[in-house]
């Protein structure tokens, strides 16, 4: 027997240190491994009666005071969407209590889609009842549908008795819409008061009507218009002006509101199927008018929230060589009356300081019995741009290119920045580098960007060298050329490093390992095995480990049996 030398068999480093890897990799595995969630302990019993239906307008005609709803949906007659529709469990397998209001255990409520349909699904054997909501429209008739049920209350339907597999369908709810409606005339007395049938309709006149809904329509050979089916909330109606009569007195309804010059009447307020009646907006025959508006979206109409110009002259010239002056009033109207038939011209005064969306001087043609109406539409100047960071020094802005905030952009009146000019105001470019001047008056601007240390104007629509462009924002009497935008500036670093590259925050959340290669080879693995103090962790990632612990593995086991041929050929 050969005696012991008294050194224990050791395992080679490098197979210690593969399974080490190993182990690690294994333990981020399963780690990574979601635990699927326990099935629940207490399955639910699958209910399978169904019941659904519709919520309709149940029209009537608003002229006969004497006509009802007839509790059946005619042809005619819509869904009525965004109602909320209740079932009620009075008696089920799971609530055999009465059903009450403040049990959500036995209530269910869904919402009626567009075309007016509702359904309830997956619903245990029992009675119910359904319930339409009374808040927007006014309950008409209900009709039980094919599991029967008492109809006799209006906007509800009672002990609907549903076995098991039932499908219930025909449930119906017909329901009364709120409505508008009125005339457009021809007010001959401008008086603001209809006298029918001395004073004629206007045909094929626009409104629209505006807030809890929205829709349009246009009056018919009479002049009478009609929104009708109309939720309950408040509403306002604008006219749009008749381009042949001048515009006259406008006058709320029975709903009440106000008139708002020239063509609306708001704060029309409407309770569930409630009414506003004979709503008029008068014109003028044999006169021509309109009105002076600050067009802030320069559309050349004059909206609801544009203010209006009052003391504006408006000149009008025409047959007889004469030639009539009106000042607009507190509300920016202007009126000539008594205006014969023939072709005129009329004219604005162009208000100082201020352009045009229209033009100033337009033709018109008055004829008989009739009159003409145009507007004036006056505004402000503005300026805008975006100052970005051109990387590329390009002068396109990339995808990857942000805006610059808290750029320095000035706003110079007259003149230019190397013989003078006066700043009249300033600003700094928003969190997505974007500025803007507003209220800008008749005349040439200069703006003047200056770029933050460090950082040079490279691109855009300025200067280069003084960082200024100038913008001639308006003219007076012109249609365009108010809103002037486009005004941009690419900056960049002001000396980037020579061909260095751009550095950009990382989007990927995948962690790696750094491993340098050895300087000097390893004495135990024959210059394998990586130098341990240089390693650089920047996260773990168990797949990209894998391969590396594979093969320190194969290494280590080759070694192993390359130790254990050696001590055998010595014991031999």
């Known amino acids: 027997m050969r005696a012991s030398t008294g050194r224990s068999r050791r395992t080679p480093p490098i197979a210690a240190l593969a399974a080490l890897v190993l182990t690690a990799c294994t333990c981020a595995a399963l780690a990574a491994t979601p635990t699927p969630a326990p099935a629940s302990a207490f399955p639910l019993a699958a209910p399978t009666a169904e019941l659904s239906g519709t919520v309709y307008s149940d029209r009537y005609d608003p002229h006969d005071p004497a006509q009802t709803t007839n509790g059946v949906r005619d042809p005619d007659e819509p869904g009525l969407g965004g109602v909320p529709v209740t079932l009620v469990a009075t008696a089920t397998a799971t609530a055999t209590a009465t059903a009450t209001a403040t049990d959500p255990a036995t209530r269910v409520t869904t919402t009626s889609d567009p075309t007016g349909a509702f359904r309830f699904t997956g619903l245990p054997a029992g009675t119910y009842r359904l319930e339409a909501d009374p808040t927007r429209y006014r309950p008409a008739r209900a009709a039980a549908g094919d599991a029967g049920g008492d109809a006799s209350t209006p906007g509800a339907v009672d002990g609907i008795v549903l076995v098991d597999g039932a499908r219930a369908t025909g449930y119906a709810f017909g329901q009364v819409g709120g409505v508008v409606d009125g005339a457009v005339y021809r007010d001959d007395n401008n008086n603001g008061q209809r006298e029918y049938p001395a004073e004629p309709g206007v045909a094929s006149a626009s409104l629209v009507l505006s807030g809890a809904a929205h ?32 515009d ?4 709320p309804g029975t709903g009440g509101g106000v008139a708002l010059p020239p063509d609306t009447l708001a704060g029309i307020v409407l309770g569930a199927g409630a009414t506003s009646r004979y709503n008029g907006f008068g014109e003028r025959g044999d006169a021509v008018g309109g009105v002076v508006f600050h067009d802030d979206d320069a559309d050349g109409v004059p909206d609801q929230d544009e203010a209006r110009a009052p003391g504006v002259g408006v000149l009008l010239s025409g047959v007889d060589g004469s030639e009539r002056r009106a000042v607009t009033d507190p509300s920016g109207g202007y009126l000539f009356v008594g205006v014969p038939a023939g072709d005129y011209t009329l004219v604005e005064e162009q208000p100082e300081g201020y352009g045009s969306s229209t033009p100033n001087q337009v033709n018109l043609t008055v004829t008989a019995g009739r009159g003409a109406t145009r507007d004036f539409g006056d505004l402000l100047g503005s300026a805008a741009g975006v100052v970005w960071v051109d990387a590329d020094r390009d002068g396109v802005r990339d995808p990857d290119e942000p ?23 300033g600003t700094t470019t928003g969190p997505d580098g974007g500025y803007l001047f507003d209220g800008l008056e008749v005349g040439e601007h200069d703006l003047v960007v200056t770029p933050p240390a460090g950082m040079l104007l490279v691109s855009g629509a300025f200067d280069l060298v003084s960082g200024s462009t100038r913008v001639p924002v308006l003219d007076t009497g012109a249609a365009s050329g108010a809103r002037v935008t486009g005004l941009d500036a690419g900056l960049a670093d002001a000396a980037p490093a020579p061909g260095g590259p751009v550095l950009a925050p990382s989007s990927s959340a995948a962690s790696t390992m750094v491993v340098p290669m050895p300087t000097a080879p390893d004495a135990q693995a024959g210059g394998l095995l990586p130098d341990l103090d240089a390693l650089a962790w920047t996260g773990l990632r168990w797949g990209a480990l894998l391969p590396v612990a594979v093969a320190l593995l194969g290494l280590g086991l080759v070694g192993y049996g390359v130790s254990g041929l050696r001590r055998g050929r010595g014991r031999a």
């Open 248 to 251: 006259g007195v406008d006058t």
């Open 403 to 425: 805006g610059l905030p808290g750029v320095r952009v000035e706003l110079v009146a007259t003149g230019d920045t190397t013989t003078g000019g006066t700043t009249t105001g």
């Open 215 to 246: 829709t349009a329509t246009t009056t018919n050979p009479d002049g009478y218009f009609l929104f009708r089916d109309l939720p309950s909330g408040a509403y306002a109606v604008t006219e749009r002006q008749p381009s042949d009569y001048a």
